[in-house]
């Protein structure tokens, strides 16, 4: 037997017990006579202590020979600490055991890093050694935690019918708004597959074939450009339904989130959840991703700005434009270099500058203070019942620009005075979103969400009129100001998905190469049905209050797309480009 218990497991219940562990050695403190190793593995850490003068010789030149992060099997008899040697930090931290046998299981050469200490170092570096990074507590037990998590994830889908189906990697095109990654097939030459962007699909398609309820825990791939909670490979809930509203996905949604968090973390989640719609999200917050966790709403000032006494003001709001602005109740902590910063980041984002005004007892500070009507100001401290110490910005010019910038400000502000409480998680849907927007990029409409989306029903006469005001049955869930999951009723018709492509500039030679095996699909009886799709990386990233996602993936990969452990991706044989007849221009990477 190479272990009677774990290093997690030994209290002073085990007091007087023989005891076989085996783990890594995580620490030595070598005091002379005493050694201590603290003896690691997966379940926690147990504290052996090596008597040197009561063990024979043998045993101590063995003990001599122990180094950080060898794996060793220790016997040994379970004692009580004494009172003041009693570690409360970790589980096992009333009791030691007394070495009598030792064995080295394997030797470890000197580390690249401190393991306890890995999360700082540089990144490649940590990656390259990924085993060594994982052995670290807080990162292991955030993988552990994600297995918890998706585990009753499928509890609860498994309880409310729902069918776990896997849809292939080697596909088509399905297009999330991302680039594909490309797999080249030797038995079609010229031909590839593409790695899918989501299931999405196949999942309708599977609402087609009748299945009703179905999910998968499923790897999607987008080549973009790869920011701190971003992955080229990362990890969607994926949901599909047939015969259902809105109003059900919201539903069975949230049940899920409080079932899995309630059941893996024991914390209480409310629903329902609130609901905004997009409008008020962007009017209200700035953005369509509000944090909610504090207030300190974007506040509509054009009408008490009207005839201020401010000619810059007057022709924003003669102009077209509005004025929108914050009230800071905490203004104090809102420093005067703070507020330089803002103006630099509004000028930086095409802005003429930020205004304010510091409310004192009766008198103002504002480099406005000469301009502005005492009616202004008193209108001011009146409507938005603004006490001493408020710190009032605001910022002109056109709606979306300004709610948008204001929505940053906001946020940056909120974590600077500590107005968010880093223990609370709130979630949100945003609902109502637009169908479409314009892109100057590519000088075209595009889909706020994906093409398979469908209109609001009472939207669908405006479609060739106004397509830039059909709103679409979408709906996202944010916690926390990050977006965690979308989705959508889908477009069950045929007719209306061919609209929808030809709206997005898509001939019908296009949309049928690229899509005709889901219009033909559509026109076999397609249900009414939608689905959602959770982020589960980023979800867990929250939960286990992580910054980013890799710090929930067992082998992510850098910003460059890279895999220091395995060199991925790599070069390849001439061969195996020949079989698949490629050729390649650049000359590959030393
Ligand atoms: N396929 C969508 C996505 O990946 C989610 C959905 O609409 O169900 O964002």
Redesign the pocket.
Known sequence: MLRTHTCGELTDKNTGQKVILAGWVSSIRDHGNIIFFDLRDRYGITQIVCNLNQIDESLVELVKKVRQEFVIQVSGTVVERSPETINSKISTGSIEVVLERLSILNTCQVLPFEIQDSKNINENTRLKYRYLDLRRQQLKENIVFRSVFTSKMREFFSSENFVEIETPILTRS?P?GARDFLVPSRLNPGSFYALP????LF?QILMISGFDRYYQIAR?FRDEDLRSDRQPEFT?V???MAFIEEDDIIDISERLIKYSIEKSMGKEIKIPFPRLTYDEALSRFGTDKPDIRFGMEILNLSDVFQNSGSSILDEIIKSGGTIRGLVIEQGEKVSIKDVDAINEFVIQKGGKGIGWIRFRQTEIVSPLKKVLNESTISNLRNLFEIKPGTLLLFLGGQERWVCETLGEIRLDIGRKIQLVDENSLNFLWVVDFPLFEYSQEEERLVCV??P??SPKIQDIEILDTQPLKARSR?YDLVLNGTEI????I?IHQRQLQEKIFSILNMQPSEYNQRFGFLLEALSFGAPPH????FGLDRLVMILRNEDSIRETIAFPKTQKGICPLSEAPGAVDENQLKELHIRVDLKPKE
Not at 197 to 200: A, D, F, M, T
Not at 485 to 488: I, L, Q, T
């Open positions: 399905t999330e962007q989501s299931p999405q999942k999607c969607q994926d949901i599909e969400h994906h398979f989306t979408a999951g979308g989705g959508s889908r939608g689905g959602l799709a």
